[in-house]
């Protein structure tokens, strides 16, 4: 089969390495704009892009895949298959009809649940116990596609979008695989989606990794998890926005002879510092329960062990956490 690949991120270099390993190297290889990357924001290549040009595809790398000059590009080419794997891009009617027998996207997610741009970190945030990755035919809508095959696979307790995601790249080239050697022995399937069933994965924003203290515990460990390596969930304290890369639930404290629930954290305003553990960090109180930070990044500082921040900002058990818009 001929094939054009559209992908941009890590994400999507599995499953173009795997096309390249089933000697199915695509014909051409579609990825976003060079754009500035990490902390010193220098211009780089994109993940897909430098695969590609390690295996000697060709690559291009246009300001809009849509575009009248780009679709005649692709017809030119007279793929058989166009596949997609988080392009960045929303891909129109006129060039997902521009291959013979149509488009495929590699969704990470079980369609028809976390449509959209962020379907791992959704996964998690919802408490999910499972997902998986979905082939799915492309249409105008978003994901709304017929499915072709979908791989499922539990969600660890305490994987990241960083972790999770790393699998389920792994993951998707195989359902690629798969559904390609399906494809090429004639079976061409196309399962509508239940829309009753589907839900919506908008694209992550910074401010969304704001961790409010006003939320429970478990709450916060999925925010936590979701955002993590990116955008990054974070506490607003005076010293500036502090990442907060790991987190664990605050265990409850024992009841007293009454039943009721001796628990500290339950008597604590909302951002006291309990504990402090040289291997979970510090545990700060809730308005119900309790959380340790167990891994965070000062700003402008390196990663470090909730507790060595703790040591370091000079903080005892006692004292508040030294949250902007708060009294010193």
Excluded at 1 to 7: E, S
Excluded at 184 to 190: A, F, H
Excluded at 304 to 324: E, I, S, T
């Amino acid at each position: 089969m001929r094939l054009v690949y559209y992908g941009t991120p890590s994400l999507a270099v599995p499953p173009l390495e795997r096309l390249v390993a089933d000697g199915r190297a695509p014909d051409l290889v579609v990825t976003r704009r060079d754009r500035p990357r990490g902390r010193g924001l220098k211009t780089g290549r994109s993940p897909v892009r430098e695969a590609a040009e390690s295996a000697g595809i060709p690559v291009t790398t246009p300001a809009r895949a849509g575009s009248t000059e780009e679709i005649e590009r692709i017809r030119a080419i007279a793929p058989d298959l166009l596949v997609v794997a988080a392009y960045g891009q929303i891909l129109p009617a006129s060039l997902l009809g521009a291959a013979r027998i149509g488009a495929l996207n590699v969704h990470y997610s079980l369609l028809p649940r976390h449509r959209g741009a962020s379907p791992i970190a959704a996964a998690i945030l919802a408490g999910d116990r499972e997902t998986g990755v979905t082939t799915m035919w492309m249409t105008e809508g978003l994901d709304e596609g017929p499915i072709f095959q979908s791989l499922t696979t539990p969600i660890g307790a305490d994987e990241n979008v960083g972790s999770l995601g790393a699998r389920l790249a792994e993951l998707g080239a195989r359902c690629l695989s798969e559904t390609l050697d399906r494809i090429e022995r004639g079976e061409i399937l196309r399962k509508e989606q239940d829309p009753t069933r589907a839900s919506y994965a908008p694209k992550l924003t910074t401010e969304a990794g704001r961790l409010a203290l006003d939320r429970s515990a478990e709450e916060l460990v999925r925010r936590v998890r979701a955002f993590t390596p990116e955008p990054g969930a974070y506490l607003e304290l005076r010293a500036g926005r502090m990442l907060v890369l790991a987190a664990i639930p605050g265990e409850e404290e024992p009841s007293d002879p009454t039943g009721r629930r001796s628990e500290p954290a339950m008597s604590q305003v909302a951002g006291t510092i309990l504990a402090l553990e040289r291997e979970r960090g510090v545990r700060v109180a809730l308005p119900r329960g309790s959380l340790w930070l167990a891994r965070v990044r000062p700003s402008g500082r390196r990663d470090m062990g909730g507790y060595d921040f703790a040591n370091g900002a000079r903080l005892k058990a006692g004292n508040r956490l030294p949250l902007a818009g708060e009294p010193a």
